[in-house]
Antibody
Framework: QVQLVESGGGVVQPGRSLRLSCAGSGFTFSSFAMNWVRQAPGKGLEWVALISFDSGNEDYEESVKGRFTVSRDNSKNTLYLQMNSLRVDDTAVYYC???????????WGQGTLVTVSS | DIQMTQSPSSLSASVGDRVTITCRASQIISNYLNWYQQKPGKAPKLLIYAASNLQNGVPSRFSGGGSGTDFTLTISSLQPEDFATYYCQQSYNTPYSFGQGTKLEIK
């Protein structure tokens, strides 16, 4: 069955960096676009980043452009989110989600919590 | 950027009720509209994609409709496990955007 498992979350000070990972299994990882979606505590869902199946295209939500970088290693079935210059308002649970043909997200990981605090 | 507005923000209903949640886009998005259910502490779950297509394994009491800018999610007969928060999402273009959510509570 399809599984997505995030890791790498934790507590970090403002201005520091963190890298999240998302390991996929149970499907042909290299055939699907992948996304990062976040949810601040008690708030709604916010799309963060997208990477195409072959890494040929990336896109970002405006507030993370220039600070976050999405990447993938299809040989390892793994998606990454490099987060630099973290801010307090980046505090959230970060989910990876598989992108389907209509831009819908049909499978999600369990999420990893990133807390940015001094 | 496309803004998504859901109504109502919260809704109280009873088991067996029929409920409808609406979602409005700030511009025409054709049928690039998806619906998700989220329970506390859990990841969202895809219910409906392309406005009206039921995701595999989702009960048939869930249905979606609409096109252009106005969309609906209907639950025909509420079950206890349906009490959750529901989000719409546009996938017409990036940045993808979600509605603010509708919390469905037990009356």
């Amino acid at each position: 069955q399809v599984q997505l498992v995030e890791s790498g979350g934790g507590v970090v000070q403002p201005g520091r960096s963190l890298r999240l990972s998302c390991a996929g299994s149970g499907f042909t990882f290299s055939s699907f676009a992948m996304n990062w979606v976040r949810q601040a505590p008690g708030k709604g869902l916010e799309w963060v980043a997208l990477i195409s199946f072959d890494s040929g295209n990336e896109d970002y939500e405006e507030s993370v452009k220039g600070r976050f970088t999405v990447s993938r290693d299809n040989s390892k079935n793994t998606l990454y989110l490099q987060m630099n210059s973290l801010r307090v308002d980046d505090t959230a649970v970060y989910y990876c989600a598989r992108g389907e043909g209509f831009g819908d997200f049909d499978y999600w990981g369990q999420g990893t919590l990133v807390t940015v605090s001094s | 950027d496309i803004q998504m507005t859901q109504s109502p923000s919260s809704l109280s209903a009873s088991v067996g009720d029929r409920v409808t949640i609406t979602c409005r886009a700030s511009q025409i998005i054709s049928n690039y509209l998806n619906w998700y259910q989220q329970k506390p502490g859990k990841a969202p779950k895809l219910l409906i994609y392309a406005a009206s297509n039921l995701q595999n394994g989702v009960p048939s009491r869930f249905s979606g409709g609409g096109s252009g800018t106005d969309f609906t999610l209907t639950i025909s007969s509420l079950q206890p496990e349906d009490f959750a928060t529901y989000y719409c999402q546009q996938s017409y273009n990036t940045p993808y955007s979600f509605g603010q959510g509708t919390k469905l509570e037990i009356k």
